[in-house]
């Protein structure tokens, strides 16, 4: 099983990679079924940002500006 931390690793190798509900076609980034990243800019879904969805997208949204952040 592919874990969240690998998802976000192929999405900023430009790879595909699905995890339970994180997925990137190497390009986008998905939490479910929603959009949270495309190149390498990730939108904020959390409550200070663009809007809460869920718990499990505000996790997958800090992760991935984590992420970005470290290059």
């Known amino acids: 099983m592919v ?4 998802v976000l690793t ?3 190798s430009n790879r595909t990679a699905e995890a339970r509900n994180l997925s ?3 390009y986008k980034l ?14 904020d ?3 200070k940002g663009l809007g809460f969805r869920s ?3 505000s996790i997958h ?4 500006k984590e992420g970005v952040a470290n290059g």
Not at 3 to 6: K, V
Request: a negative charge; proline letters at 0%.
């Open 61 to 64: 949204v800090g992760l991935a």
């Open 45 to 47: 879904y959390t409550s």
């Open 55 to 57: 718990k499990t997208t």
């Open 24 to 26: 990137t076609d190497g």
């Open 10 to 12: 192929a999405w900023l």
């Open 3 to 6: 874990t969240n931390s690998e």
């Open 30 to 43: 998905y939490s479910y079924a929603l959009l949270i990243g495309q190149g390498k800019e990730v939108y």
